[in-house]
Structure formats: structure tokens, C-alpha cells
């Protein structure tokens, strides 16, 4: 029984932290368009919501502190009051002090006690003389019954529901609050009293209610006991669009669709000249119960008349995050294993064997991608949880931010979204703290006293590219080549390109400015952000015109898990390049190597493309055969090519992670376990690029 509250606890945390990104999300809309009345009932509902799921689960703090906000925009609702930024700040820092209620921070934590009743006090002077409570002398709300549905709801809890703590009265009592309500009890499965088990449940309902909310406002009403409940809910349709003559559905139909009768049955009974109800109650056909039911259904459907609505309800399963990483990492683990048979099948060469394992091959490769797609989420939630931050930021350092988003349906695997969240915020706040100018400044620039930073997504291939761009004052070359001269990053006499100057910025202790702010500094701190980004197999660049704005581009995988790769030999050892950004692989003779004078060019169909050699750069201590191949990759536009002894052919790779003593050798990122067991690296190409870029592209440009 504990182990079952414990999940209940668990579950109503989770879901109220959806209902808090939801409630955030809708204020900030709110604060853009507060005349508008959906974005009004968002937030009403998410309040509304939190209360009940409060009290439901003990969380008494939280029902109370709740209920005074969700008067105030009871008053909204109704056209009292008006929103304004006042109650906009209120409401969100009320949010914040929810969300440290759910999290454990009860009645004995004094500070948070005195916040909230601060806020409680604040909320409770917009409210009008004579609102204090609005709600209790409210009556049930008039329908706009061209705009409504009836719906058909059937609640049969399980006996056990009482066991929880839930009681199915509330439920009612909070279906009532959608609208105009008819809730028939069943009592059929009520035994004497000497077999009754007062923490046990008898009692189903037959509930009928015409609302203007959709079927998934009511079903949320269910979500804490939909696993001790058999739940249905049906539209009542009445097709007045195509005849405005037709009547109600008649009683024996009704019946038929609620399954309480046959076809059968009611054609049996029809031939009889007695009233339908009372012979099918008298055959023992149905009982009273489910005939009134039927004839409360037929009496709604004839008062209410509405137009057919036909809304398709998307059933969704709720799965602990553990669970589907675990799925995950099994997945994986039957890819290395069909990799050893499939190895093994062709080492034996037995006809049947083969055609299992191919077999076995295409049915991994459908569960791995669909275990995957299940992983795969909108980027766009991340996106919209930023407007908080931009918002307040800009409060603070007194600039006029907006924040456009774009590409919010691009998809990425989840925990890629979740470690991405802090470099995008740190990004965010160096583009408000130094980036965009104050209005004053960019109304002497000609520019709008309304700055703009947008963040967009898109896919590219295997990649998703995620890029942060604001108009701001963009960055200034000759202050961070001066820079990076006193840090002996950059040589005096050099003249690098401006690639190579933004490139700096990402270099530990690297800023331009001697201002020290609570915010950040354009640079201060982005080494961390690279270091993040390298984390996620990524790659971070910034492009930036001075006077107009700064540009960075991250370019991601879709997923950490597993990879299309292609396995290359290198002095007799297996190594992995990620497939996606491979373009081709050429051969190159030693003797046409040694023609270049050791400059690492090769002429590939007339253009001279710069090489690294593997086998040095890993220092094996021995030299390759006459003919090498070289990989050629491309990020970018930029074409790099890595010369192996071989390439063996692509490979599925399951992305395992090393162990401490080598996850910091330079140009190794994990590792992969091949077919015939032995252990493959997965080449880490970004730092290679990052090492060797500096030289590649003086050696370029000297050959153009």
C-alpha cells in the first residue's frame, strides 16, 4: 500500500510540473494578449487543476494557497477585473512558490510561508470589496449550447479506488464546475450489509454532461484513477447539420450503443405492442437503471440539439523516463547481438541460418527506430520554458526583449533537449546582458527600442541544427583579437580570418569586457557552453556582423544511442566515424603523398582538400601500407579528410560511454562493441577539428 501511494505522489509531481510549464507558458501569452479569453481559461484551468489534484493528494498547501489566485481570474473570467502586468508578475512568482510546495518545501519552511502570504495578500487587494470568495455563491454557468457538447460518460471504479485515498465524490463535484451535470448512480453490485466492506466501492455512475470543455479537459478530471477505473466517454451526437428535422436517438438505439442490448434482443422485443422499457424490464433484458439512463440521454439530446462535433481522443501512456532509457539500452544491446549473428551466420554459411538472421536484422531495425521515435520530442516546450527567462532578464537589465521562436516541432531525442536547456540559457542571457543595446542606444542606431533574439531548429540530415541569433551590437573583432593577443592565443603579427577571431570566445577566461555583471559577459563562460555542446557529439560556432548582431549555430545528433558508422582499420585497431557527415573515401599513394612536401593536401577531381593522417595523430609509432584511403567528411561546406589504413564498411553503432582514465583523450568520444565482440572507438571528430584547424587552413589557403 505504500509503495502504491508512493506512485500516486510520484505521478500528480509529474503532472503537476506539466501543468506548471503549461501555466507559465499561457501567462507569458497572456501578458502579449490579455483580452484574450482562451488564453484567460488556460490559465484558469491549470490553476483550477493543481487545487483539486492538491487536495486530492494531501497536499493541502498547495489547495489553499491556490484557491485565492484562482479567484482573481474567476473575476477575469467574468469581466471584473482586467489583466495587467501587475497580476502577470504575481501569478508567476506564485507559480515559483508552488512549484517549491510540490517539491517538498512544506509548512515548516518560515521564508516560503511568509512569500506566499505576501503574494495571498497582494492577490487578495486586486479582488473587489464585495469578491473575496467568488466562487462559493456561483452558480453552475450558462451554455452556449451552439457551441457545446454532450458527452456520455460511464465511471466504473474498481472496489479497491477507496484503498488510495481517492473518492469518486470529488470527481463528480469537479465534473460539475465544466458544466450542466446528470449523474445516475448504479447500485447493482451492492450486497446486503453483512457482506459490506465499508473501504470498499459498489457504486458505478451514468453520467451525462454538456460542457463547452473537450473530452480531454474531462478525462484529466480522471487522470490520478485511471488505472482503478473502467472509464468511457462518448459523444452524443445529434446531426442537425444534415437534417434539423431529425429527432433524438430512440430509446432502443441508445441502449444498443451503450452495449446494455442486443440487435437481437430489441427486434425480439419491438414485435410486442408493449412500451419498450417497461418489456425489456420485464424480460430482464436490462434493468431500471440503464433504462433510466437511456431516457435521461434521449431527454438531453432533445434540449440540447447541437451541432455534431466529432473530436478523435489520443490515447497516451505515461512512462517513467527510467523505463524508457531502459528500453533504450536493451535496444542497443539486441543490436550488438544481432551484429554476432549476423557475423556468425555468414562464417558458417548455413541457408537457413542466413535467412533467420536477416530476418532478425529487419525486425531490430523496425523496433530500434520506433524505440527511438518514442524518445523523439518537439524541441518547442524547451523553446517556450525560455520565456521566462528572457522576460525577466530583460526586466532586470532594463532592455525591451522579445523572443521569437521557430521550428518548434523539430524533433530531438529527449535527453539531448534536457542537456541542451543550460547552454541555450546561458547563450540567452549574454545576448540580453551585452548583446542588445538599451532602447535609448538602439533608438539612436535607427534600430526598433525592441529587441529581438530568435532561437530556431532544423533538421539537416542526421543533425539538427539550433541556432541563436539576436539584432543586438554583435561582437567587436578588434577587441577580441586584442584579447586574445594578451591571452597568447593569437600571434601579433598574424592576421587570422574572422572564423577564426569568434572561435576565441570559447576559450576559458576569454572576455572583452571589464564590466562584472550578475548576469554574464559576452564570452565569459562560453567555454562551458562548448564543453556542453562536445558533451552532446555537437559542434558550436558564431558568426557575427558588428552594429547588426551575433549568429550560434549548434549543430546536434538526433540521438546519443545509437549511429549509422563507418568501421575503418588503423594499424590493425577498429575505429568508428559517424556516418552522416562522411561524403567519400579516395585512395591515396605514399608516393603521391610525398609529392605535396608533407603540406597533408590531396587532389580530389581537381580540388586540393586537407588531410589528417590518423596514424600520426594517434603517435602508433609505425607507417601504413603503400595505398591508404582517405575518409573525406564534410561540416559545413568545410571538406576535412582522415586518411585509415582501410575502410571496412558501415556499421550500426551502439554508443557505449569509456570509462574515467580515457574519457578525456583527445579525439575519442565512446566506444561500440563490433560483431565478433572486439571493441571499437568511436573518433570524437569535433576536437580533432578544433586541434588541427588552425594549421589545415593556413596550409589551404598557402596552396590557393
Known amino acids: 500500500m505504500e509503495d502504491l501511494h508512493q506512485t500516486l505522489i510520484e505521478t500528480f509531481r509529474s503532472e503537476t510540473r506539466e501543468l506548471l510549464t503549461e501555466l507559465e507558458s499561457a501567462l507569458l501569452e497572456l501578458e502579449e494578449s490579455p483580452d484574450d479569453r482562451e488564453l484567460v481559461d488556460r490559465v484558469f484551468r491549470a490553476l483550477h487543476t493543481i487545487k483539486g489534484n492538491g487536495s486530492m493528494f494531501g497536499f493541502d498547501q498547495i489547495s489553499r494557497f491556490t484557491h485565492d489566485i484562482e479567484n482573481t481570474y474567476e473575476l477575469v473570467r467574468d469581466g471584473v477585473i482586467s489583466i495587467d502586468r501587475d497580476i502577470i508578475d504575481l501569478t508567476l512568482a506564485s507559480r515559483d512558490v508552488i512549484s517549491q510546495m510540490m517539491e517538498g518545501k512544506g509548512e515548516d519552511d518560515p521564508v ?17 470589496a464585495d469578491s473575496v470568495d467568488p466562487r462559493p455563491e456561483k452558480k453552475r454557468p450558462v451554455l452556449d449550447l451552439s457551441e ?5 460518460i460511464r465511471f466504473r471504479p474498481y472496489e479497491e479506488i477507496l484503498y488510495t485515498g481517492s473518492n469518486p465524490l470529488l470527481l463528480l463535484k469537479e465534473l460539475e464546475e465544466l458544466g450542466s451535470l446528470i449523474a445516475l448512480p448504479n447500485l447493482r453490485n451492492l450486497p446486503d450489509l453483512k457482506r459490506m466492506d465499508p473501504e470498499r466501492c459498489y457504486f458505478s455512475w451514468d453520467i451525462l454532461l454538456t460542457t463547452t470543455w473537450s473530452v480531454n479537459a474531462i478525462r484529466d478530471i480522471f487522470i490520478f484513477v485511471e488505472d482503478m477505473c473502467d472509464l468511457r466517454i462518448d459523444t452524443i451526437d445529434e446531426e442537425s447539420s444534415v437534417d434539423s428535422d431529425a429527432g433524438p436517438m430512440r430509446l432502443g438505439d441508445i441502449l444498443i450503443e451503450r452495449g446494455d442490448l442486443t440487435r437481437q434482443d430489441l427486434e425480439s422485443v419491438l414485435e410486442r405492442k408493449r412500451p419498450l422499457g417497461e418489456e425489456l424490464i420485464a424480460r430482464r433484458l436490462v434493468d431500471d437503471d440503464a433504462v433510466e439512463a437511456a431516457l435521461l440521454e434521449q431527454q438531453m439530446v432533445r434540449e440540447v440539439r447541437s451541432k455534431r462535433i466529432r473530436e478523435e481522443a489520443v490515447s497516451s501512456v505515461r512512462v517513467a523516463s527510467e523505463k524508457l532509457d531502459n528500453l533504450v539500452n536493451l535496444v542497443g544491446e539486441l543490436v550488438t547481438v544481432q551484429a554476432r549473428l549476423s557475423r556468425t551466420s555468414m562464417l558458417l554459411d548455413d541457408p537457413e541460418l542466413l535467412t533467420i538472421s536477416e530476418q ?6 523496425e523496433l530500434r527506430d520506433d524505440a527511438f521515435s518514442i524518445r523523439m520530442i518537439p524541441i518547442g516546450a524547451s523553446f517556450n520554458s525560455l520565456r521566462r527567462i528572457v522576460r525577466d532578464l530583460a526586466a532586470e537589465m532594463g532592455r525591451q526583449v522579445e523572443l521569437v521562436t521557430e521550428g518548434g516541432d523539430t524533433e530531438l531525442d529527449k535527453t539531448i533537449i534536457e542537456r541542451l536547456r543550460d547552454p541555450l540559457v546561458h547563450l540567452i ?16 542606431a535607427g534600430k526598433a527600442k525592441m529587441g529581438t533574439i530568435t532561437i530556431s531548429a532544423s533538421q539537416a540530415g542526421a543533425d539538427v541544427i539550433i541556432r541563436v541569433s539576436d539584432d543586438g551590437r554583435g561582437m567587436d573583432m578588434d577587441a577580441i583579437r586584442k584579447k586574445g593577443i594578451s591571452m597568447g592565443l593569437v600571434h601579433p603579427e598574424s592576421n587570422p580570418d574572422p572564423k577564426e577571431l569568434y572561435a576565441l570566445v570559447f576559450e576559458p577566461a576569454f572576455s572583452t569586457t571589464e564590466r562584472v555583471t550578475s548576469i554574464s559577459g559576452r564570452g565569459v563562460g562560453l567555454d562551458v557552453v562548448r564543453k556542453q555542446v562536445d558533451a552532446l557529439r555537437g559542434l558550436i560556432e558564431v558568426d557575427s556582423l558588428p552594429g547588426h548582431g551575433t549568429d550560434i549555430i549548434i549543430r546536434l545528433p538526433l540521438t546519443l544511442a545509437i549511429i549509422e558508422g563507418l568501421q575503418v582499420d588503423i594499424a590493425g585497431d577498429n575505429y568508428i566515424f559517424p556516418l552522416s557527415i562522411v561524403e ?6 605514399k608516393e603521391v603523398a610525398n609529392t605535396v612536401k608533407g603540406r597533408n593536401l590531396a587532389n580530389v577531381r581537381g580540388e586540393l582538400i586537407p588531410y589528417i593522417n590518423l596514424r600520426e595523430w594517434f ?6 601500407s603503400d595505398i ?3 575518409v573525406i567528411t564534410n561540416r559545413d561546406g568545410n571538406r576535412i579528410g582522415f586518411v585509415v589504413d582501410y575502410v571496412v564498411g558501415e556499421h550500426q553503432t551502439v554508443i557505449k560511454s569509456l570509462g574515467k582514465v580515457y574519457r578525456k583523450v583527445d579525439g575519442i568520444s565512446g566506444a561500440t562493441i563490433l560483431g565478433d565482440g572486439t571493441v571499437a572507438l568511436i573518433l570524437d571528430l569535433s576536437s580533432i577539428f578544433r586541434k588541427m584547424e588552425a594549421g589545415i587552413s593556413k596550409e589551404h589557403k598557402a596552396a590557393q
Open 360 to 365: 532478425l536484422e529487419m525486425l531490430t531495425w
Open 584 to 589: 567519400e573515401c579516395v585512395e591515396l599513394k
Open 112 to 128: 516560503l510561508e511568509r512569500t506566499a502570504e505576501k503574494l495571498l495578500t497582494a492577490f487578495r487587494k486586486i479582488l473587489p
Open 619 to 624: 603517435e602508433t609509432g609505425s607507417e601504413g
Open 148 to 152: 457545446s457538447m454532450t458527452y456520455r
Open 628 to 630: 591508404q584511403q582517405i
Open 429 to 444: 542571457r549574454n545576448a540580453i546582458d551585452h548583446g542588445i543595446e538599451p532602447p535609448e542606444e538602439r533608438e539612436s
